[in-house]
């Protein structure tokens, strides 16, 4: 499996705001089946940072379509050649 980055712009209105709580059930889903890495939000710059776990950038868009919020979205996705963070770290040894 490979690691991909989609980066997100969207804009918001009244409707985008009543589909925020189904669009985080469906981001839960994805991250609990190991789908979705990372997800992190800016409101200051109304962007979104989704790190997927996918055969594809093909299998990356189809998960993105599927979020409610996918109409307000415009995004790229980008296959990472690298992908490092503290949780693919052994724990730090702790001596007593």
């Not at 490979?2 to 981001?27: G, N, S, V, W």
């Not at 939000?41 to 979020?67: G, H, I, P, R």
Request: hydrophobic share 40%; net charge negative.
């Amino acid at each position: 499996m490979k690691k991909f980055q989609a980066i997100i712009q969207f804009t918001m209105d009244e409707h985008f705001m009543k589909l925020i709580p189904p669009h985080r059930t469906y981001i839960n889903y994805l991250i609990n089946k190991n789908i979705i890495e990372s997800y992190a939000v800016s409101m200051e710059s109304q962007t979104v940072w989704v790190t997927f776990t996918a055969e594809s950038k093909t299998e990356v868009d189809k998960y993105l379509a599927k979020s409610p919020l996918y109409v307000y979205w415009s995004y790229v996705i980008e296959e990472l050649f690298v992908y490092d963070s503290q949780t693919y770290r052994l724990p730090s040894l702790q001596l007593n």
